[in-house]
Every structure is written in structure tokens, then in C-alpha cells.
């Protein structure tokens, strides 16, 4: 992964989000350049998680529109699908498949060439990995979840409050992560109620204005 | 290819394990259609004429209470949202998912239906016919009733209106199913039957899953 693969900006513009006729936010705009990370800061209810999955095009925008290198992502939503990696709220644990299974399904449909072992020890759950998931605790759980961007080449990362119920540890192990992805030109946009310490992100308060 | 593949390995491994739920579907085929010689009585006469017709039925109400596995589990621990981001067509998704439901329930319902037919005194002559029937009829189970598991799958409980929803859509399977072994029975060719329950499966095929997939993105809204 070098910088020159993922040269490219991803951006929004006038980002209106209409949920159950109330309008969630208006007007939003931002711009992440290669490298670079977008803090999604704001009270509950303000809209961070709709902006994250307008991101990753499960829900339209009532107005505006996202562009990855000045291009509508509108135009081919399914290439835009092909250069990001969602983390929700939801962890995609199947409790009944063991640790290793359960991101190696993951790995596969992402076409990584990543082993599984080398993705769960990213999240120190490498000694774990023939446990059933549904032993797993819900720090675990998320952890497994996260353990897919280790393995991932996607260069858009959008994640949804990604340190909930995560230990100081594992944190670190997240935010090292997400380091290395922006050092080869990756972008992140987070959703979190966290200060956390990722060097020269951008933060955008929603719901502020 | 690949991707459609690990979705149909994965689904099948998942309905296979402990709580997957396979099991007790085919347990369900098995006793629900017990029920029938003991419901109706040793009248070998009457058990073989209904013999077609109980065993098509049971493999629908079968197939039916399945369903809701194809995609709830996956809605309510955000696996679709993930594997509506997958390098694949959303079509081929649920493809791929019907396929796995298909191999756990209606590929063992066809295989166990010869067996259950001997129960209920149905010529074993015709027992070639059932189960290309049923090989043929099944899979049109599993492709319609992923319409119904997608649009109800944001529903808790939806079981009983996914049933009410899909019920109608089955009945040229049932009928032409039913009518086949009936045909094989009383000495004529089973063919037209055969043929039109084939072309079921052909429309089946060319537009579930794009209702379904469909459905699935308005759920995932």
C-alpha cells in the first residue's frame, strides 16, 4: 500500500439527512484528503452514524452528494463499495462459528489475501482463535469485528464508534491501526465520543451550527 | 464466483452447527407427516391417494418455517449490511443464500421423501418421479420464499406473515408437483407436469432475486 494507490479525496457537499420527516443535519461538508482522518463529533442523535452510513451508501442523502476524486460516488455505487470497510454498531459475530472463522469469512469476501491468524493477533486475540465466538465478551466481540481492517486494503475506513466497550490496550491497538492505514494513504472517518489520539485529524462537530 | 461460493459454504455450515436449525427442519418433515397415517388411520387405499399430496405440503410448511434463517440473523447482528458491501451483485447474494438454503432443507426433504412415501403406501414406482419432482419443486421453495424472508426481515416475529406472504406463491409448485406423481401413479407420462413445474423453477430464478435483493436494500435503509 503506498500513498500513490489511494491518491484520491473523498468529499462531501451539501449533506442534507432527512430521517422520519426531521431533518437530522443540513448542509454538511467536508473533504478528507489521502492520509488523512475525519472526526465525527457531536451529541447523541445529531446524525453521525446517518453521515457514516450515507458514507457507505446504505442510505441516500436527502440532498448534496459524496464525490471520491471529484466524481459523484452516486454515479457507480458499487465501486464505492469496493474501496471501503464499515464498522457499525452491530459486531457481525456468528456465535456459533469460532473466532478464526468468523473473520476469515470476512477476509475472504473482501479478496485480502490476509490470514486470519495475522489479522486477530493485530487485535491481540490471536490465542482466542479456536473459541467459539459466542464465548467471546462484548470487548471480544468488537475486537473480532475490528480484526477485519487488519486484513483489509480497502482506503476508506468508516467507523461507528469503533472504542466502544474497547480497554485501554485494545484502544491503542485501534488507533495503531488506523495509523498505519493513513501512513499508506488510506482515509478514515470516525464516529466517536472519545478524544482519541490519532495525529492531525480533522474533527467535525455535527449538530453544532 | 469465489464470494458466491464462501456465502454458500458459510450459510450451509451455519444452518449445519448447533442451533443452525436444519436439523429440526427435517425432523419437522419427518414427524409432521407421521402424523398423517396416525391422523387418518391404516387405510392404505386413502393414505396412498393423499400420499403425493401430504408430502408436498409438508415439504412447503417445511421449507416455510426455514425461511426466516435466510436472512434475520444476519439483519440483527449487522452481517447483511456487511455482505451487502461485498464485492458481489446483492442479487447473487441472495442467490447464493437461497442456494444454502435450498442444500439444507429441500435437497434432504428430496432425499428423505422416498422413505416417508413408503409410510404412506405410495407405489415405489413412482418414487423416481417424486423426487425429480421435489429436485425440481424445492428450490423454487427456497427462491420465492427469499422475497418473503427480505421484506420481513426487519419485522420481530414476522414468521406468520412471511408465511402468508409466500403460501400463495406456492401453489403451481404444489400443484404440479402433486399432479406429476399423480400421473406416475395412474400409468401416464409425468412430462407436462414435469415440464411446468420447470418452467416455475426457470421464473423462479430469473426474478427472485432481484425482488428480494430489492426488498433487503429497503431494510437496510
New interface residues.
Partial sequence: MTAATFAATFEARGLTCIRGERVVFENLAFSVAPGGALLLRGANGTGKSSLLRIC?????PAGGELRWNAAPVAGDL?AH??R?A?V??????????TVAENVA??L????AGTRAETALSALGLGHLASLPAAYLSAGQRRRLNLARLAGSAAPLWLLDEPTSSLDDASSHALLTLIEAHRAGGGMAVIATHQDLALTKAETLRIGAQ | MNVFGAIVARDTRLALRQGGGSYWTLLFFVLTVTMFPLGVGPDLALLSRIGAGVLWVTALLAAMLSLDRMFQADFEDGSLELLSLAPLPLELTVLAKAAAHWLTTGLPVTVLAPLLALMLAVDPAAFPVLMLAMLIGTPILSLIGSIGAALTVGIRRGGVLLSLLVMPLYVPALIFGVLAVQAALDGLTPRPHLLLLGADFLVALAITPWLAAAALRLNLE
Fill in positions: 457507505a451508501g446504505f442510505l441516500q458499487d463499495r469496493a471501503l464499515y457499525g454498531h452491530l459486531d457481525a459475530v456468528k456465535p456459533a462459528f469469512f470476512w475472504k469476501l473482501s479478496g
